[in-house]
């Protein structure tokens, strides 16, 4: 059977508890009703979300989902679903179209939970997803000044398309990460720099897989940068200057990998306190395309 | 290859053969072997069971899952060698009919047409010269078949002029080989009670010999056999032993028999004087959780001996008694004749999810020897008679227990490949697996996921796979080839010298077979969950291997 993927930070107890709790619920529910699947383009109502549906749209999940997508729907070998866009799904009838009838051809089936299970389902996992707008204390528009000027943040970070490709995206960022993340991220850039990456994953320049190499040529030649791809054979990557490197293994006398290793500075160094919550107000405000 | 060797003919009829060979390809099911009035003649397919038996003396064909019944997947043509791999070119590719998912089918190749499962549920016959469909076959799939990984099928078995399919939704299906016309449909089990097929049948005698899925789904494992011509059950063997049956005081008093698992899911080998076939059994369900089935679990990751004409076991070796880590002896069961101790034994290799390599005597079953082939934590060696002696440390836990091998095994159904030139066993090992596996209590739903608990690789342990040659008679390692992540591709070795391979990332590669020097690549463009076959085309060496959802075909 293939594998799980690395689970961000958790305790291990409460996810176990949860999850045999979640399953128990599920598994009763499931016995409960025999499958009546919406009809494909049946027009839906918006997704139930009380704290009672939440409970039981987990329970779904982690009894039906969690074994290919990850118990938080941090991917496996189904893909991420805590992510601002499911690429399959770009409305909530879409998404409870595929759970009902599955992705022919694909891994993911048709499930057998009845119409309101499906749709609580969904409602949680539109939801994994999306962090709600949160409430800081910092300025943005003072952030978005730091970002741009002293803390050149542009150098390595892109929003809507602007800026250097070294570092991830930062364009929805407030949707992913919450205060609290984006600040550690500020303070000590290496704290989530992922120790190893997602075995399962074919795109291993998501920032997920985040990996600063470097490498020495046979020819002397000694080069850094962020990987986008390795396989046996080769790897690319780009370095500080933005350059694509693209060189056959078998070409070099070393190759480092420098797990949880971050080239961004520490910005305690360079920010106030006052200066570091407006510049988390500003990250948090990145929700996406407006 | 020469695109023009395919319409060979005089000038004049150019015209004429190309509208003959369009009719042919527009009414392949009528004119099965249309060609043959045009550039080639192919005589309607008969594969008897001797041929069968001569399958590794005609490398031309590629006959069996493994290629021949001992299950050595090696061959031995040997055009391409080590010195001319490099020449190695792709000769065309075939995409599957339904774009996504990944195929892991062995084709079969008889007389220069490969006969290939796509999924789900597709069978096509292509033409060796021209990677040119000549028919498909289509069986509609369900939508709420559930099966751990998805519908996959790793090839067809052939009979007479059968060909013979197992689908995802537990059908057995018998084709015309000459149109994929259907000629009996038979069903093997419930799929909704979280059976499936993936695993390619095996063609003995008169029967066809199939293997079930649904080990994480708390099903009763069995293996079946059927009337080649009629598609009639001839036998059932129960994996795991209903009450009253020898081995059924391993599971305890209560009801967990029931939901043993003990799935058949890889095809197995066969040999054919000793008249034994050999299986390998998967894991005990729930697979995380074995509170409800105390006691060794018989025959759950064992290697069962049976008589394939009756079903009868005649001996059985469990790998892992008791398992609570999915491992799962479904890796395929070598038969070698080897001198060990200056004295000739017939004997059965597997390396085993488990970590373990293992020599057993194939006539008897008698343990000869285990060894450590990857790193693990699980046990602390095997005892004199090849039983593992488990770290308890290792059993999990609700708060979790970091095991290693983890949950995919140090190898899974991938091939090995053994080379009687090099007298090395090569074996695709995953490194650095280590899952923490979370034990909590699971109420079995039929049709429904029943692990008994949950695995997750954990920080700093990213899985890669090496390609590992062993001494066959010592397990003792030879050389290693390191891939940079975990590859689910099988090997296949040949008298040219060679071990063909694959990678996650696509690659597809051939080693030095003495050395492990990497001689030849190509990128597939997706991952390779499959084997690799050889065969010839019009007297041509060919290697053909799936990656992602296309057939690769290569030549000099």
Known sequence: ?290 | MNPFRFTAVPRPLARPVRLRLWLAVAFAPLLASGLAATARAAAPLDVPYARLLRAAATPGDWLTYSGSYDGLRHSALAQITAANVKDLRAAWVYQAREAGGKLECTPLVVDGILYVTERPNIVTAIDGRSGRALWTYRRPLPSDVQGCCGPVNRGLAVLGDTLYLATYDCHLVALDAATGRERWDVVVADYKTGHSITGAPLAVKDKIVVGISGGEYGIRGFLDAYDAATGARAWRFWTVPGPGEPGHETWGDGDGWRTGGAPTWVTGTFDPQLNLLYWGTGNPGPDIDGDNRPGDNLYSCSLLALDPDTGKLRWHFQHTPHDVHDRASNQIPVLLDLELGGRLRQVVVQANRNGFYYILDRVTGEFLLGTPFAPMNWAKGLDAKGRPIVDPAATPTAAGTLVLPGMGGATNWFSPTYSPQTGLFYVQTTLNNGDIFYKMKQRYVPGAPYLGGDFRNPLGQEPESVVKALDVRTGALRWEFPLNTASMAGLLSTAGGLVFGGSREGWFFALDARTGAPLWRFSCGGSIMANPITFLVDGRQHVAICAASAIFLFAL
């Open chain 1, 1 to 290: 059977m293939p594998r799980r993927l690395t689970p961000g930070p958790f305790t291990a107890a409460a996810v176990a508890t949860l999850l045999a709790v979640a399953l128990s619920l599920a598994l009763r529910a499931q016995e409960a009703h025999r499958p009546t699947p919406v009809a494909p383009g049946a027009v839906l109502g918006p997704l139930p979300t009380t704290p009672a549906d939440r409970a039981a749209g987990a329970a779904h999940f982690a009894a039906h989902c969690a074994f290919c997508h990850g118990p938080r729907g941090e991917g496996g070998k189904g893909p991420a679903l805590a992510v601002p866009t499911l690429p399959r799904a770009a409305d909530d009838a879409a998404l409870v179209r595929i759970i009902t009838l599955g992705l022919p051809g694909t891994e993911m089936p048709a499930s057998r939970l009845s119409a309101p299970e499906i749709a609580q389902l969904a409602a949680f996992v539109r939801a994994l997803g999306e962090l709600p707008l949160e409430t800081v204390s910092g300025d943005p528009a003072r952030g978005a000044q730091l970002y741009a000027g002293r803390g050149a943040c542009a150098t390595c970070h892109t929003v809507r398309g602007r800026g250097g490709p070294l570092g991830p995206d930062l364009t929805a960022i407030g949707r992913r990460r919450s205060a609290v993340h984006l600040r550690r991220a500020l303070l000590e850039p290496a704290a989530d720099v992922p120790q190893s990456s997602m075995p399962y994953r074919a795109d291993v320049s998501l920032p997920e897989n985040f990996l600063f190499v470097r490498v020495t040529t046979r020819d002397g030649r000694d080069l850094a940068g962020v990987r986008l791809n390795e396989d046996p054979f080769t790897l690319q990557f780009r370095d500080t200057d933005g350059r694509i490197h693209s060189v056959v293994k078998a070409d070099l006398a070393a190759l480092r990998k420098e797990r949880g290793y971050s080239p961004m500075p520490a910005y305690g160094a360079v920010f106030s306190p006052a200066e570091i919550d407006d510049l988390v107000a500003y990250l948090v405000s990145l929700r996406g395309t407006p």
